[in-house]
């Protein structure tokens, strides 16, 4: 308390033992112990209002040391197992988190990671990923701006996620500590394969295959592809300590439609330690119909280039750019992508009239809206010649497709003459327009589907924009290509509507995520959040079938099916109120990616530690690693104040003495008829 409060409480002593002196003994005849309990209650009772009023505070300091954090981060991948390491591994762990010194130094904090990051103290090493990444990040959010050791027990093998050497904060040093056996075998790995996942019937795909290498002398090895007991292809290659590495590129026939599994293996006649990464399978689905898609414009523009790129990452679709001249007929094309059509596009739009193909007609300034108003019936069209930029909304109610928003909102605007665009009644709107964050309510992107003819309509050219700006918030054109590939799969099909919509891969490797994803809808076609899904999962050998119920998500059911046998699988999913069924199959294939290592990653650990200014140690130095972390000024334990301000009598109860007081005087005065 300051001097001024303490002042004030002596004289609220004064003011109350002054104001129930001149209240019971002024004057007063008697001063019988009756009046002097009177006035002593009285005296508290103004004494405790005053106190009330004043609220002398308290100030308490107390004193906190703040060590630094010590993250233990161990690997809990069973790459570790492989490797034969658990053992170690756990020794060199409870001799870090064991020892008194670094706990009285540091604030120790155990950690296990695989393809995630969590708080733990006891490890199975069974994890079927390893993400270092994550580690990386999840570090920098707990202990944002502070200065601390990591201890990394692991071998450095990293199976997803980003470069983890370039991930953690470099300002924070990393002392791996590396686990495994460091001795370099020999041993030849399949690393990579890069395939299409689809083919088409009767042509060539091609196959990249990454061979590594890991020895001390001169290999020749042998790399086949096979399918079943088919030899495809078969080649020598040659390794040496100097020559790590090889790619295969091949070209294998699609002579069968269908899901077809490949095997690549590699093999020398010396022996290995791990034959495991010596083969990997992998799975082409041949489809025997390509889609054919024409690209129709009278003008150049960055769109057709992007239109093109996008469709034709679905390796069913061909875009072929034509100019309205240039098309002789019609009857080779699925989808007709019409980019800001003229009269001179008259002829083609006659002539598609009696062929009904689905189109997808894309507008900007040098449409003529004009000639748009008598070629179609889906809009109407009041157009200036005033140019504008129009911003895109995302309707979370369109249901002519399962979508998802890619970010539209973020997307640069398009542009478009001003003017009016009225809808009719069977049109459906996935994206509606504004200009500068006004909404107009006005269609952006629109599809309608009417007698068995199904259109698309795009108002505003610059896509090419929305494709660019998609790749450099996502690192990658996969969002923008696979929305595209849906509008074109709309327009591709003349297919009913079906009330329940399953999406699936027809391959999964095992160890991946196995999500099978659906949609019901009612017969108004609205998703019907209400549905029950079920899912009926059959291994075509053993026969053996397991059921499962899709749980609803945002938009959408969804079962994981992970833990499935490698094998294939046939499944079956229905809605329960209304019977709609879909069938359909898929494949799980023999694939550990935590199994591919034979060696400890000491290399990229070493960088990890050059990066962090850290050292590598291995399981014998654990001693010097602790003796390090001891010795390091740089981590010294803070003591911090802490100033605790409460009140000298906490208000509540004031509150409580003075009713009491009150009370007590009132009924003594009344008992002794003083009132």
């Known amino acids: 308390m300051n001097n001024s409060t303490i002042v004030l409480l002596l004289l609220s002593v004064v003011i109350a033992g002054g104001l129930s002196y001149f209240q019971y003994f002024f004057k007063a005849k008697s001063r019988s112990n009756t009046t002097k309990l009177l006035a002593f209650l009285r005296f508290l009772t103004i004494f405790g209002l005053l106190l ?10 107390t004193f906190e040391t703040i060590k630094t954090p010590l993250p233990i981060v161990v690997d809990n991948s069973s790459s570790i197992i492989d490797l034969k390491a658990t053992q170690v591994a756990q020794e060199v762990y409870e001799k870090l988190n064991s020892n008194s010194d670094l706990k009285n130094k540091f604030d120790v904090q155990t950690y296990r990671f695989d393809s995630e990051f969590q708080s733990a103290e006891a490890f199975d090493f069974k994890g079927k990923q390893t993400n270092l990444d994550a580690v990386a990040e999840n570090l920098k959010s707990i202990y944002k701006n502070r200065s601390f ?17 370039f991930s953690f904060d470099a300002a924070n040093k990393v002392y791996p500590l590396v686990v495994g056996d460091t001795t370099t075998y020999l041993d030849l790995k399949i690393n990579t394969i890069n395939v299409n996942k689809y083919a088409f019937h009767k042509n060539k795909f091609p196959v990249e295959v990454f061979l590594q290498y890991a020895g001390t002398k001169s290999v020749t090895a042998k790399f086949s592809i096979t399918q079943g007991n088919e030899v495809l292809t078969t080649q020598s290659v040659s390794f040496s300590p100097s020559k790590k590495s090889e790619v295969i590129n091949v070209l294998l026939p699609a002579d069968k439609s269908g899901l077809q599994i490949y095997n690549a293996k590699i093999s020398s006649s010396e022996t290995e330690k791990n034959t495991y990464n010596n083969s990997k399978k992998f799975a082409v689905e041949v489809i025997d119909q390509k889609s054919e898609i024409a690209l129709i414009s009278a003008i150049n523009h960055p769109d057709l280039g992007a239109l093109k790129r996008a469709i034709e990452t679905n390796a069913q679709r061909k875009v072929t750019i034509l100019k309205p001249n240039q098309v002789n007929s019609l009857n080779n094309y699925n989808v007709l992508i019409l980019y800001q059509p003229t009269a001179e596009f008259k002829s083609v739009l006659e002539a598609n009239k009696n062929l009904k193909i689905n189109t997808f007609i894309l507008t900007g300034n040098k449409t003529d809206f004009g000639f748009l108003n008598q070629q179609q019936a889906d809009f109407e069209f009041k157009m200036s010649s005033q140019k504008e930029d129009y911003l895109s909304n995302f309707n979370t109610d369109f249901n002519v497709f399962a979508t998802e928003n890619i970010g539209f909102e973020n997307f640069p605007p398009l542009e478009n003459p001003y003017g009016t665009i009225s809808a009719k009644p069977n049109v459906s709107v996935l994206l509606t327009s504004s200009i500068r964050n006004v909404s107009t309510n006005a269609p952006l992107l629109a599809f309608t589907d009417t007698s068995g003819k199904r259109s698309a309509y795009l108002f505003g050219e610059n896509i090419w924009k929305w ?8 690192k990658s054109f996969e969002a923008f290509d696979v929305f595209m590939d849906k509008i074109i799969q709309f327009l591709a099909s003349n297919d009913s509507k079906k009330s329940l919509i399953v999406n699936h891969e027809r391959f999964y490797n095992s160890g991946d995520a196995l999500e099978i994803t659906a949609q019901y809808f009612n017969k108004n076609y609205e998703l019907d959040e209400k549905a029950r899904l079920t899912i009926a999962v059959t291994n075509t050998k053993t026969k053996q079938v397991k059921k499962y119920d899709l749980l609803k998500t945002t938009s959408n059911f969804k079962v994981n099916l992970d833990g499935l046998a490698p094998g294939s699988y046939s499944f079956s999913v229905k809605e329960l109120n209304s019977n709609a069924s879909y069938s359909s199959t898929f494949e799980v294939i023999d694939f550990d990616i935590e199994k591919q290592f034979v060696n400890p990653d000491v290399a990229k650990l070493k960088q990890l530690a050059s990066q962090t200014k850290g050292t590598v140690y291995v399981p014998n130095q654990v001693d010097a690693l602790i003796k390090v972390l001891l010795d390091n000024a740089d981590y010294k334990a803070v003591q911090k104040a802490v100033v605790q301000k409460t009140p000298l009598i906490d208000w509540y109860w004031l509150l409580v003495l003075i009713t009491i007081t009150l009370a007590s005087e ?10």
Request: proline residues 4%.
């Open 149 to 165: 050791p990591t201890v990394l027990i692991s071998d450095g093998n990293q199976t997803t996620g980003s470069d983890y050497v």
């Open 52 to 61: 009330l009023l004043i609220n002398p505070i308290v100030s308490r300091s």
């Open 467 to 474: 494709r660019a700006e998609s790749f450099i918030s996502k």
């Open 666 to 675: 009132w009924f003594i005065r009344k008992y002794n008829g003083l009132l």
